[in-house]
């Protein structure tokens, strides 16, 4: 189904290789990797096909694809095998319907084969003396004409060795009354933009020499550019330039190429409009049959023409509720459209992408809406300079404080607790955490602050999980720059979620820290604790077992623990602080005093834990 409304420039490729005054014909369909191109050959193909009962001539419509030729054997053979072999399930066809042999067209048809076997005969002895090794079982297999194989050949005539008599042979087999009845040959060329210089070459010089007879058309889709790049290497311009002697002259590989093809269909890229409706169709088609999904396809044709707006699709096509489709694609849209360039493959595998990364998320445990999955995946994939801005902010343990400012900055309101008291500047006139010692200015990169403002806003959001995972699958190791390389160990197994490597870290481990290493493993943790809700828990009881054997960092760990969001807290986390410690008190009161939204069994949980210390 074409989702991307390509049907007039389908339309207009088959008016012109079906057109009897350009007879025969090498159509262009032009257009970078991932435009298209191949949708358009589908569309033609769909087009030329189908025969009407009444008409008495057929299409005959070959696909052929020279990036998946055998390299072992030449791409011209290798072209006209795919041709002969197309018109002879032809010949076949028509001798069944008709109850008899076409003997003459069977016989020219065995004399080009065999003109081609000896073609392939060449390939392989070139080959194997290059190699210094002896043909496959496959490769002499090939060099049987099994159509011929125990008939007797009552021709005078020598057979020539080559090819030079094929296109006057092919000619006569495409006039001869056996195939009258076919009106065109129409052979679909994809990809040729993708195959290295020798194929390309051979394939254009195929349709130029041996295939360019009456009732033949071509139409070769593939990046105009990258065909004429690799015609250089056969046909390099004179001193080396890209160009002639004139500002507006063509080089040798151009003037080649346009020698062969006659016309170029030029594909556009997608507009704006085009982006949105191929994020909604694409999104509908992965949950509608296709009958379902064919109005929609219809009604954005539809607005397309008359310059509407995809907010009246849901009006004109009765159906299921699609807002939500609706909604994504808006969001998405301008960075879409805008980092993608119009390109309907990579707007493709964004989604197919974006559709992989939700499910590893969830079966990794991370609980994300789609729609943030959406504007992180935007972030990683489409903006790399800013994710990594962000994951450098994840392993300074900055990410809650500087995605906040980012929210400010983008005009969103932030939820995030005030500073405590406790928090205050100490007695130095320095903030307790690190990355607070100096005011950082409120300004952002343009393209970080465009996604900033990108829905859903994400304050509040655990982004931790979801930034390790994504810096796992790109291959990135993320290090606190402020925790030195022998603490890391450490870090990581009292942040672990699993007791077992919690146990790793032992009191004697603990003990001979020193006090500034101490220090240093207090605020990494309890940054952890406050940006890093998935690892809250791990990060208090880690916390906890450092200042057990550090008194003197207590102050430190307690101004530190204020900071965690009261509405963020996990019930284990209340009940692994010591409450009858004086300053573990204070940062269980100050959680609840500023907890009056949190859940019930938050609030149970702090009030027991305070009377239990209040006994204490």
């Given at each position: 189904?074409?989702?991307?409304?390509?049907?007039?420039v389908a339309e207009t490729v088959v008016r012109a290789v079906l057109d009897d005054v350009l007879d025969p014909v090498t159509v262009g369909v032009s257009g970078a990797w991932g435009s298209g191109k191949t949708t358009v050959l589908r569309?033609?193909?769909?087009?030329?096909?189908?025969?009407?009962?009444?008409?008495?001539?057929?299409?005959?419509?070959?696909?052929?694809?020279?990036?998946?030729?055998?390299?072992?054997?030449?791409?011209?053979?290798?072209?006209?095998?795919?041709?002969?072999?197309?018109?002879?399930?032809?010949?076949?066809?028509?001798?069944?319907?008709?109850?008899?042999?076409?003997?003459?067209?069977?016989?020219?048809?065995?004399?080009?084969?065999?003109?081609?076997?000896?073609?392939?005969?060449?390939?392989?002895?070139?080959?194997?003396?290059?190699?210094?090794?002896?043909?496959?079982?496959?490769?002499?297999?090939?060099?049987?004409?099994?159509?011929?194989?125990?008939?007797?050949?009552?021709?005078?005539?020598?057979?020539?060795?080559?090819?030079?008599?094929?296109?006057?042979?092919?000619?006569?087999?495409?006039?001869?009354?056996?195939?009258?009845?076919?009106?065109?040959?129409?052979?679909?060329?994809?990809?040729?933009?993708?195959?290295?210089?020798?194929?390309?070459?051979?394939?254009?010089?195929?349709?130029?020499?041996?295939?360019?007879?009456?009732?033949?058309?071509?139409?070769?889709?593939?990046?105009?550019?990258?065909?004429?790049?690799?015609?250089?290497?056969r046909f390099p311009t004179p001193g080396g330039g890209q160009g002639g002697a004139g500002a507006d002259a063509e080089d040798p590989a151009s003037l080649y190429l346009h020698k062969i093809v006659q016309t170029t269909v030029p594909l556009?890229?997608?507009?704006?409009?085009?982006?949105?409706?191929?994020?909604?169709?694409?999104?509908?088609?992965?949950?509608?049959?296709?009958?379902?999904?064919?109005?929609?396809?219809?009604?954005?044709?539809?607005?397309?023409?008359?310059?509407?707006?995809?907010?009246?699709?849901?009006?004109?096509?009765?159906?299921?509720?699609?807002?939500?489709?609706?909604?994504?694609?808006?969001?998405?849209?301008?960075?879409?459209?805008?980092?993608?360039?119009?390109?309907?493959?990579?707007?493709?595998?964004?989604?197919?992408?974006?559709?992989?990364?939700?499910?590893?998320?969830?079966?990794?445990?991370?609980?994300?809406?789609?729609?943030?999955?959406?504007?992180?995946?935007?972030?990683?994939?489409?903006?790399?300079?800013?994710?990594?801005?962000?994951?450098?902010?994840?392993?300074?343990?900055?990410?809650?404080?500087?995605?906040?400012?980012?929210e400010a900055a983008a005009g969103r309101s932030t939820t995030q607790t005030p500073a405590p008291e406790a928090a205050a500047p100490g007695e130095d006139g320095q903030d307790p955490a690190p990355e607070a010692t100096a005011e950082e200015?409120?300004?952002?990169?343009?393209?970080?602050?465009?996604?900033?403002?990108?829905?859903?806003?994400?304050?509040?959001?655990?982004?931790?999980?979801?930034?390790?995972?994504?810096?796992?699958?790109?291959?990135?190791?993320?290090?606190?720059?402020?925790?030195?390389?022998?603490?890391?160990?450490?870090?990581?197994?009292?942040?672990?979620?699993?007791?077992?490597?919690?146990?790793?870290?032992?009191?004697?481990?603990?003990?001979?820290?020193?006090?500034?290493?101490?220090?240093?493993?207090?605020?990494?943790?309890?940054?952890?604790?406050?940006?890093?809700?998935?690892?809250?828990?791990?990060?208090?009881?880690?916390?906890?077992?450092?200042?057990?054997?550090?008194?003197?960092?207590?102050?430190?760990?307690?101004?530190?623990?204020?900071?965690?969001?009261?509405?963020?807290?996990?019930?284990?986390?209340?009940?692994?602080?010591?409450?009858?410690?004086?300053?573990?008190?204070?940062?269980?009161?100050?959680?609840?005093?500023?907890?009056?939204?949190?859940?019930?069994?938050?609030?149970?949980?702090?009030?027991?834990?305070?009377?239990?210390?209040?006994?204490?």
């Open positions: 189904m074409d989702l991307l409304s390509f049907d007039a569309l033609v193909e769909d087009r030329i096909a189908p025969q009407a009962p009444d008409v008495d001539t057929d299409v005959l419509v070959i696909s052929t694809d020279p990036w998946r030729y055998d390299p072992g054997v030449g791409a011209k053979e290798t072209l006209i095998g795919e041709v002969l072999g197309a018109v002879a399930a032809e010949l076949a066809k028509t001798e069944k319907k008709s109850g008899r042999l076409h003997g003459r067209a069977r016989a020219m048809l065995t004399t080009l084969r065999k003109r081609v076997d000896w073609a392939k005969a060449l390939q392989v002895a070139a080959r194997t003396s290059l190699t210094l090794q002896l043909p496959s079982v496959d490769d002499l297999t090939s060099l049987v004409n099994t159509e011929s194989a125990g008939q007797e050949d009552n021709s005078a005539e020598p057979l020539s060795r080559g090819l030079e008599e094929f296109r006057e042979e092919f000619r006569a087999l495409m006039e001869s009354p056996e195939l009258s009845h076919l009106r065109r040959v129409v052979v679909l060329v994809d990809d040729l933009d993708r195959c290295l210089p020798e194929t390309v070459v051979d394939t254009l010089e195929t349709i130029r020499l041996f295939l360019a007879v009456p009732k033949m058309a071509f139409v070769v889709a593939a990046d105009e550019r990258r065909v004429a790049d690799a015609l250089r290497v556009p890229t997608l507009s704006r409009f085009d982006t949105e409706a191929f994020l909604v169709l694409l999104q509908l088609s992965q949950r509608l049959a296709v009958d379902a999904l064919a109005p929609y396809v219809a009604q954005c044709v539809q607005l397309r023409r008359t310059k509407g707006v995809l907010d009246e699709l849901p009006d004109a096509v009765e159906g299921g509720d699609i807002s939500a489709e609706l909604a994504f694609a808006s969001r998405m849209t301008p960075i879409l459209y805008e980092k993608l360039q119009g390109s309907p493959r990579r707007i493709k595998r964004f989604l197919n992408d974006l559709k992989v990364r939700q499910s590893v998320a969830v079966h990794r445990g991370i609980a994300l809406e789609a729609d943030i999955v959406a504007k992180l995946m935007v972030l990683e994939r489409l903006l790399p300079d800013s994710f990594a801005t962000i994951l450098e902010w994840l392993a300074r343990g900055e990410l809650r404080a500087r995605m906040g400012k980012l200015p409120l300004t952002f990169e343009d393209d970080l602050l465009r996604w900033a403002k990108l829905t859903p806003g994400l304050d509040g959001v655990d982004l931790a999980p979801y930034l390790y995972l994504a810096a796992a699958f790109s291959g990135k190791q993320l290090f606190d720059a402020g925790l030195p390389g022998r603490l890391r160990d450490i870090a990581a197994n009292l942040l672990s979620t699993a007791r077992f490597d919690q146990r790793k870290v032992t009191e004697v481990d603990i003990t001979a820290l020193g006090e500034d290493d101490a220090l240093r493993l207090v605020e990494y943790l309890g940054r952890a604790a406050r940006d890093r809700p998935a690892e809250q828990v791990p990060a208090v009881r880690g916390l906890v077992r450092v200042v057990a054997a550090y008194p003197a960092v207590t102050d430190q760990a307690a101004r530190l623990l204020q900071s965690v969001p009261a509405a963020e807290l996990e019930p284990a986390t209340i009940l692994a602080l010591p409450a009858g410690k004086p300053d573990f008190h204070r940062v269980l009161e100050h959680w609840r005093n500023h907890a009056p939204s949190s859940p019930p069994h938050i609030r149970a949980a702090l009030d027991s834990a305070l009377n239990t210390g209040t006994r204490r």
